[in-house]
C-alpha cells in the first residue's frame, strides 16, 4: 500500500513541475527564441476564415514555439529513462505539454487574429 501510494505522489510532483515550468518558464523561453532567430510576428489583422490566420505567420513562428517546448520536455525524458522517475517524468511530460498547448494557442490566437475590442 505505501508503495503505490508513493507512486500518485510522485505523478502529482510531477504534474506540479510540469505546471509550473509550463506557466513560468515557457512563454518567456519562446519569447527569448524568437528575439534570438528575429523572428517576424504575424500580420494582426483579424482572419477572415477560421484557417485563413494560420497560413499568416511564417513557419519560424511556429518551429520558435515548438523549440521551446522541446527544451522542456528534456527533464521529462531524463526522468523516463529511469524506473524510479518515471511517474513523476510522465506527469510532468503531460503538465508541460498541455501548459505549452494552451499558451500557444493563447498567444498565436492574440497575435494572429489580433486584439479583440469591446463592442
Not at 508503495?3 to 519569447?31: A, D
Request: net charge positive; glycine share 12%.
Amino acid at each position: 500500500m505505501g508503495n503505490s501510494m508513493g507512486g500518485r505522489w510522485r505523478f502529482g510532483w510531477g504534474v506540479l513541475t510540469g505546471f509550473l515550468v509550463g506557466v513560468f518558464l515557457f512563454l518567456p523561453m519562446t519569447f527569448a527564441v524568437r528575439n534570438i532567430f528575429d523572428v517576424p510576428v504575424p500580420d494582426p489583422v483579424p482572419p477572415l476564415g477560421l484557417w485563413d490566420g494560420l497560413y499568416k505567420a511564417a513557419p519560424s513562428y511556429w518551429i520558435s514555439s515548438a523549440a521551446a517546448s522541446l527544451v522542456c520536455l528534456v527533464p521529462a525524458l531524463a526522468c523516463v529513462a529511469f524506473h524510479r522517475t518515471r511517474r513523476f517524468g510522465l506527469g510532468y511530460a503531460i503538465a508541460v505539454i498541455s501548459i505549452c498547448l494552451a499558451i500557444v494557442a493563447a498567444v498565436a490566437s492574440y497575435d494572429i487574429g489580433g486584439q479583440v475590442m469591446p463592442g
